[in-house]
C-alpha cells in the first residue's frame, strides 16, 4: 500500500474510528488503529506478537479495535470498490470486460470458493468441522474480469457439503428467481444464455457452466474446457493474491464467527481498493498467473510457490445436470469450435496444464 493510498483510506475512516481522550487516559489515536489493523491482516501475526510493535495490549486488539476498524473500512469502501450488478446493463460491461481480456462472451463472472481456517466457538462441537479435517467457515465469491470481487458471501460453517453452499446464499436464490436482471438471449452474443464460470466444485446449470469430464474427452471439448479454464482463472488469481497479501489467510484465526466474517470482507474490499489504485505495487504481473500464446506456455504466477491458505472446495459427485443446462453448454462448445475460435486454442487446449484446473467428472 503506497502512502497516498493509506493516507486516502486513513482520512475516510477517521471519523468511524476516532475516539475522544478523557482525563483518565489518551486515546489510541485513528492512526494507530489502521496501522495495527492492516499489520494484523497483512502479516498474519499473533496479537500477543503484535503487542511489541504497536504498544496496544492484545484484548484490546481481540476484542474491540480491529473488528471496529475492519467494519469501518467495510463501510467507506464498499460503495465505490465493491458494487453488485443491479441492471442488464451492468451485467453486460461486466461480460465485455471478459470478451474483451479473456475471450469469453456472455460471462457474468467466475464463481470460486475456499475454506478459511478458524478455531471453533467454544461448545460448537463439530458445527464447523469440514471433512479436509479442520475447523472453517466458507467463502463464496464472484470475481469480475479484473480479478476483483463483485459478490463475497462468507460464515457458512465448514460442515456444508462444498457441492452445495452455493445454494444457501442469496445470490443463488435470486438466480434461481430471475430476479438478478441478466441479460435475455436476444441480447448476448449468437443467443446463449448469459453464464457464469466455475470449475468442479459447482454443478452445471442453465446460467453455471463447468467443464467436461476428462473421461473420453473430443478435440473441440478439450478447447471448451480451455476457454472455460481461461475465464476462470481469475477466480485463481484473486483468492491467490488475496492469501499471498493478507497473510492472516494462512493462518487459523483465533476470534469469533462474526469477527472473522468482518475481516474477511474487509480484507476482499481492500483488495478491490489496491488491485485499482495500486496495481503495480499490489499485484505486479509476475505474481498471476499467464500464458503465453506465440509458444503455447503457461505461466504460474508467483503465489503459487507458497503453500496454500485458502483451501479450494472440493469437487462434487456428479449431479444429473437437466437437458437445456447441457444443451447450452453444447452451443458454447460450438461457438468455441467455430465463429468464436481464436488462433492459439488447439495448441494450449491439448497442452498439459489445463489438466491442473480441470479434473472434472461429469
Not at 483510506?9 to 485513528?30: E, G, H, N
Not at 460453517?157 to 444457501?168: A, H, L, M, P, R
Not at 493478507?246 to 493462518?251: E, H, L, M, S
Not at 489504485?277 to 509476475?286: K, V
Request: charged fraction near 25%; charge should be negative; glycine fraction near 4%.
Amino acid at each position: 500500500m503506497s502512502d497516498d493510498n493509506f493516507n486516502y483510506l486513513l482520512r475516510k475512516v477517521t471519523p468511524l474510528i476516532q475516539k475522544q481522550d478523557t482525563c483518565m487516559r489518551k486515546s489510541i489515536s485513528a492512526e494507530q488503529r489502521l496501522v495495527a489493523t492492516l499489520r494484523f491482516l497483512a502479516t498474519g501475526r499473533s496479537l500477543e506478537d503484535l503487542k511489541f510493535s504497536t504498544a496496544i495490549s492484545p484484548q484490546a486488539l481481540l476484542g474491540v479495535l480491529i473488528p471496529e476498524t475492519c467494519h469501518a473500512i467495510i463501510q467507506v469502501l464498499k460503495g465505490k470498490y465493491f458494487r453488485f450488478p443491479t441492471s442488464s446493463e451492468d451485467w453486460q460491461f461486466i461480460s465485455s470486460q471478459f470478451e474483451e481480456m479473456w475471450n469469453f462472451p456472455n460471462c457474468g463472472g467466475a464463481i470460486d470458493g475456499r475454506h478459511v481456517r478458524i478455531n471453533p466457538p467454544h461448545h460448537s462441537g463439530s458445527l464447523y468441522y469440514n471433512y479436509k479435517g479442520f475447523f472453517s467457515i466458507i467463502i463464496i465469491a464472484i470475481i469480475n474480469a479484473n480479478c476483483e470481487f463483485i459478490m463475497v458471501d462468507v460464515g457458512k460453517n465448514g460442515k456444508f457439503s462444498d457441492g452445495t453452499v452455493i445454494e444457501q446464499t442469496h445470490f443463488y436464490e435470486k438466480l434461481k428467481e430471475k430476479q438478478l436482471k441478466l441479460p435475455e438471449n436476444d441480447e448476448t452474443k449468437e443467443g446463449l444464455n448469459f453464464a457464469f464460470v466455475t470449475d468442479e466444485a459447482f454443478s452445471l446449470q442453465d446460467h453455471i457452466l463447468r467443464p467436461y469430464s476428462q473421461e473420453a474427452l473430443t478435440k473441440e471439448r478439450k478447447v471448451f474446457n480451455y476457454r472455460l479454464a481461461r475465464a476462470r482463472r481469475v477466480a485463481e488469481n484473486a483468492f491467490g493474491l488475496l492469501a499471498n497479501r493478507f497473510r492472516i489467510f494462512r493462518t487459523t484465526i483465533n476470534l469469533s464467527p462474526h469477527k472473522i466474517e468482518l475481516v474477511v470482507m474487509a480484507c476482499c474490499l481492500l483488495h478491490n481498493f489496491l488491485r485499482r489504485s495500486n496495481t503495480d505495487e499490489y499485484s505486479p504481473i509476475s505474481l498471476l498467473d499467464r500464458e503465453v500464446t506465440e509458444d503455447a506456455t503457461f505461466i504460474p504466477g508467483d503465489w503459487r510457490t507458497e503453500s496454500a491458505g485458502l483451501v479450494s472446495l472440493q469437487y462434487m459427485e456428479a449431479q444429473k445436470p437437466e437437458a437445456s443446462a447441457k444443451l447450452n453448454r453444447l452451443k458454447y462448445l460450438e461457438y468455441f469450435n467455430g465463429p468464436g475460435a481464436v488462433e492459439w486454442q488447439d495448441a494450449m487446449a491439448l497442452n498439459d496444464y489445463s489438466i491442473e484446473y480441470e479434473t472434472f467428472d461429469v
